[in-house]
Nanobody, 123 residues
Framework: QVQLVESGGGPVQSGGSLRLSCTASGNTKNMYCIGWFRQAPGKAREGVAATPSDGRSKYYSDSAKGRFTISLDKNTLYLQMDNLQPEDTATYYC??????????????????WGQGTQVTVSS
């Protein structure tokens, strides 16, 4: 099992920045791919960014490209979010899976999930 704990969410004004963190513990050898998903009220969960455990490749959704940066430092995953917009308001989840990733992938492909951290962007 892999345990994931997110932090760093909060309120921010449009155009502002936040840095989310996700700390992994447990059997992290099973963590071949790790990423960020988000879910806004009334909307489906969507992938934001992902990276394999070597951190070399990075995959982004169209909405995240150019504004968000995913990075991995040992067992801590980060998501630097710049130029945040109200449509970025959502609960952000860290997720991991025991298989390599070559794309961002879908939520059902991930086995381990954190509890989520709320990001609220006001205009």
């Amino acid at each position: 099992q892999v345990q994931l704990v997110e932090s760093g969410g909060g309120p921010v004004q449009s155009g502002g920045s936040l840095r989310l963190s996700c700390t992994a513990s447990g059997n992290t050898k099973n963590m071949y791919c790790i990423g960020w998903f988000r879910q806004a009220p009334g909307k489906a969960r969507e992938g934001v960014a992902a990276t394999p455990s070597d951190g070399r490749s990075k995959y982004y959704s169209d909405s995240a490209k150019g504004r968000f940066t995913i990075s991995l430092d040992k067992n801590t995953l980060y998501l630097q979010m710049d130029n945040l917009q109200p449509e970025d308001t959502a609960t952000y989840y860290c997720a991991a899976r025991p298989a390599w990733c070559y794309t961002l992938g879908y939520g059902y492909e991930y086995d381990y999930w954190g509890q989520g951290t709320q990001v609220t962007v006001s205009s």
